[in-house]
Nanobody, 129 residues
């Protein structure tokens, strides 16, 4: 059974930091790209960042570039999203997702709508002003 389990969300003040984790199981981790996505209430889901588990290639949405860092520990089948300099507009449910295609993950960052193979249930990040 495929599972993606997010953790690390919480309440933080603007300017603070959080690190999200995505623990994956049930598929060959090295064959997949893992992406982070977020959805604020009443808004469309948007892509945040992608990482290829096979070669470590990364991609970021412009809105988080320079503030967020995605990384992967293949030995633990876990992907992290280090979020620094958080802003109130970063408040959202954050989801990790897996797909065989880095290109599709990147396409979802450029314009949401291409889907991903597997999804976690999300973790809430709230940034107070």
């Amino acid at each position: 059974e495929v599972q993606l389990v997010e953790s690390g969300g919480g309440l933080v003040q603007a300017g603070g930091s959080l690190r999200l984790s995505c623990a994956a199981s049930g598929f060959t981790f090295d064959d997949y790209t893992i992406g982070w996505f977020r959805q604020a209430p009443g808004k469309e889901r948007q892509g945040v960042s992608c990482i290829s588990s096979s070669d470590g290639s990364t991609y970021y949405a412009d809105s988080v570039k320079g503030r967020f860092t995605i990384s992967s520990d293949n030995a633990k089948n876990t992907v992290y999203l280090q979020m620094n300099s958080l802003k109130p507009e970063d408040t959202a449910d954050y989801y990790c997702a897996a797909d065989r295609s880095l290109s599709r993950c990147i396409a979802n960052i450029k314009r949401w709508g291409y889907g991903m193979d597997y999804w976690g249930k999300g973790t809430l990040v709230t940034v107070s002003s």
